[in-house]
């Protein structure tokens, strides 16, 4: 490869057939609302085996319709993890909820199921010990613990058996934010069917895409249907246009991103699996490595669907040093994820520090995403590994 040549960090999985397919929505007069979301939707429920699909224009938008639908009031209780991107509390926010952070485990970097054993039983024990938890800065009373929302972070399920069981034994809702991990299986079952709710979403970074957009798969009738008059500015099945029973959003997905994704869908197992055999080409240049840390897989993972391929340097290694020379060589990489907890608006609206999530701080510290894509060639791979190996080597 010319090392001149920018290697993409992610390039969206397009062919005539997504093109020809939009070009043909163009052709209409129905470019939003019409039956190509409507064909979206029967896709996600067929390739999910979920009852109910509700498209909406982002996974932000999607999660947020989760919060409304589980009865999430201000000032109640979330559990979450602060490993992730930020639109996951964000949600909890949105409703003026409080999102109580859980650290996650070192080597998925998913939430800790017996951190958040404790962290449950402590909050519904109504006494001192559920104070732990909360953050150090609040100036509002919690009020109920309601909900349970891991992340399957980078394409992999959290670990919903021992998360479902808890939240049985508690009556909270699970929101399965599944936003990167579309296509995984955990134990034989696909992702975003694993809670209440689950969220894909479609960024052009992600598995497939539909420019922007994200899907809600549910079997709870009750919360689609609240769900879909919530993306459409509160109207109920029976309102008029300029009638609206409830307050609502406009969280429509327009028929262009629809047509655009009912492709995509229909190609994503192939897309999955190119994405899975560029993995492999990582794993094969890169586990040797020294001071490198390729992603574990749980062996509940049956089906790892790779959004992201994120490695982690040992503690001598400054990343971010690596990170800016593998940029002067042509080769992007960002740190992934920089922890939610720590950002300029949590550190201020909640008092949050240093250490409070070692895991999560030293993840975020240690970790970079390297350029990743279904159309990405060995070629590409081969330069990025010698790159990696290079910097490394001559720090
Ligand atoms: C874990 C996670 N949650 C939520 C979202 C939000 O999705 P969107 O950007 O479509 O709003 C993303 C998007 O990247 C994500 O990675």
Redesign the pocket.
């Known amino acids: 490869m010319n090392p001149t040549q920018r290697v993409p960090m992610s390039s969206p999985d397009i062919t005539d057939a997504e093109r020809q397919a939009v070009a043909e929505v163009l052709n209409t007069s129905s470019l939003s609302m019409g039956r190509r979301i409507d064909h979206f939707e029967e896709a996600f429920k067929k390739y999910t085996g979920s009852k109910f699909a509700i498209g909406v224009n982002?996974?932000?938008?999607?999660?947020h319709l989760c919060v409304r639908a589980a009865n999430i009031h201000p000032n109640d209780l979330v559990i979450t993890t602060p490993f992730?991107?930020v639109?996951?509390s964000n949600v909890i926010l949105f409703e003026h909820a409080i999102p109580v952070f859980v650290d996650v485990e070192p080597g998925t970097g998913n939430i800790d199921p017996l951190q958040v054993a404790e962290a449950v039983r402590d909050l519904s024990s109504g006494d001192r010990a559920g104070k732990k938890w909360l953050p150090r800065k609040m100036d509002v009373e919690p009020q109920k613990l309601k909900a349970i929302l891991p992340?399957?972070?980078f394409g992999q399920p959290a670990d919903y058996d021992a998360l479902n069981s808890i939240a049985s034994d508690y009556d909270l809702v699970v929101i399965e934010?599944s936003?990167?991990a579309l296509g995984a299986e955990y134990s034989g079952r696909k992702a975003g069917t694993l809670g209440d709710y689950g969220?894909f979403?479609?960024?052009p970074?992600?598995q497939m895409t539909t420019g922007?957009?994200?899907v809600i798969i549910t079997d709870d009738s009750e919360a689609a249907d609240l769900m879909r008059s919530l993306r459409n500015q509160g109207r109920a099945p029976g309102d008029t246009w300029l009638q609206h029973t409830l307050l609502g959003y406009n969280y429509r997905l327009d028929e262009m991103s629809a047509a655009l994704g009912e492709v995509q869908v229909s190609r994503l197992d192939e897309m999955i699996d190119k994405r899975a055999v560029v993995a492999s080409w990582y794993y094969d240049r890169l586990s040797d490595v020294q001071d490198l840390e390729l992603p574990t897989l749980s062996p509940m993972t049956t089906r790892m669907s790779w959004?992201v391929f994120v490695i982690k340097f040992s503690e001598s290694i400054d990343r971010d040093q690596v990170a800016a020379k593998l940029g002067d060589l042509g080769v992007p990489a960002r740190p992934y994820f920089l922890p939610i907890h720590l950002q300029p608006y949590m550190v201020s609206l909640f008092g949050y520090e240093k250490g409070d999530f070692p895991i999560t701080e030293n993840l975020g510290k240690r970790s970079l995403a390297i350029p990743f894509s279904s159309v990405m060639t060995e070629d590409q791979v081969e330069y990025v590994c010698q790159s990696i190996i290079s910097v490394i080597r001559n720090l």
């Open positions: 982002s996974g932000t938008a999607g999660l992730s991107f639109a996951s992340v399957d972070v934010d936003c990167e969220v979403a479609f960024y970074n992600k922007e957009g994200a959004f």
